[in-house]
């Protein structure tokens, strides 16, 4: 899989709230930091954030603009819309940094303000 398609179909499990996905694409040993959130460590507990994280907001609609790679590393950058539990919307610009180990995500860092959620 390309970096475009690996990151497309990254961002479309996510704004599905698909953790079946997360499950099978993250490493045993991935680090995951979302925001100033401190970094975690593991799969278990990556999947735990996520799930907290997917029951905080109604939905989230993810717009890629550009897609980079380089030695094992994925780049991207873009806008993600969010509809919060009470209806109300929010919208930030965010980046993500992938590391990979082999067809795995070892290193999962998103940045984006995600405080006014």
């Known amino acids: 899989m390309n970096a475009k398609q690996l990151i497309e179909k990254l961002?479309?499990?996510?704004?599905?709230?698909?953790?079946?996905?997360?499950?099978?694409?993250?490493?045993?040993?991935?680090?995951f930091?979302?925001?100033?959130?401190?970094?975690?460590?593991?799969?278990?507990?990556?999947?735990?954030?996520?799930?907290?994280?997917?029951?905080?907001?109604d939905t989230m609609q993810?717009?890629?603009?550009?897609?980079?790679?380089?030695?094992?590393?994925v780049i991207c950058h873009g806008q993600v819309n969010y509809v919060r539990l009470d209806g109300s919307e929010y919208s930030a610009p965010f980046a993500t940094i992938?590391?990979?180990q082999g067809e795995k995500i070892k290193d999962y860092l998103v940045y984006a303000d995600v405080s006014a959620l």
């Open 62 to 73: 993810h717009r890629i603009d550009q897609v980079w790679s380089q030695q094992g590393n």
């Open 33 to 57: 930091r979302i925001g100033r959130n401190d970094a975690i460590q593991g799969i278990e507990a990556a999947l735990a954030a996520n799930r907290g994280f997917f029951a905080s907001i």
């Open 98 to 100: 992938l590391k990979m």
């Open 11 to 31: 961002y479309q499990s996510i704004d599905a709230k698909d953790l079946d996905y997360l499950h099978n694409i993250l490493a045993d040993n991935v680090r």
